[in-house]
């Protein structure tokens, strides 16, 4: 239940970098590496970037901000029938683990007289 929150809050950013039409690099947590076709000219000093064929493309992923706990009172009639019975039956599962009581545990059994096997000579082979 924890993992489900935190993926369902985790905002993430995607960034892709095309050079062309063609996918070159895809980073989640980074920034993308670019392909080195960006072209920069030199006019009186000072560094131009004219427009190339690439471009970035970035989106944003945005994770549940607000987590809301519900009450019983917020719940419908058959929401929390529901929730009961659940509960109720969940709990019967585990059963409590207590011994019985022996109540033959201090019985003596009687003396053999004789050896009932030699008496009517059966014998186990």
């Known amino acids: 239940m924890a993992l ?5 809050t985790l905002s993430l950013t995607v960034e892709k970098h095309f050079c062309g039409d063609i996918l070159v690099d895809v980073a989640i947590f ?18 131009i970037k004219s427009k190339g064929c690439c ?19 917020d719940l419908e009639g058959l929401q929390k029938q529901l929730i ?9 599962l585990f059963e409590d ?3 019985p009581e022996v109540s033959y545990q201090d019985y003596n059994p009687p003396r053999i007289i004789q050896d009932i096997q030699v008496l009517h000579e059966t014998f186990l082979i």
């Open 4 to 8: 489900i929150v935190l993926v369902s």
């Open 30 to 47: 980074s920034q993308s590496n670019k392909c080195g076709m960006e072209m920069a000219v030199m006019d009186s000093g000072k560094a």
């Open 55 to 73: 471009k970035d493309e970035v989106n944003i992923i945005q994770g549940q901000d607000d987590l809301l706990a519900k009450s019983m009172d």
């Open 84 to 92: 009961v019975a659940f509960t109720h039956t969940y709990f019967q």
């Open 97 to 99: 683990i207590t011994e």
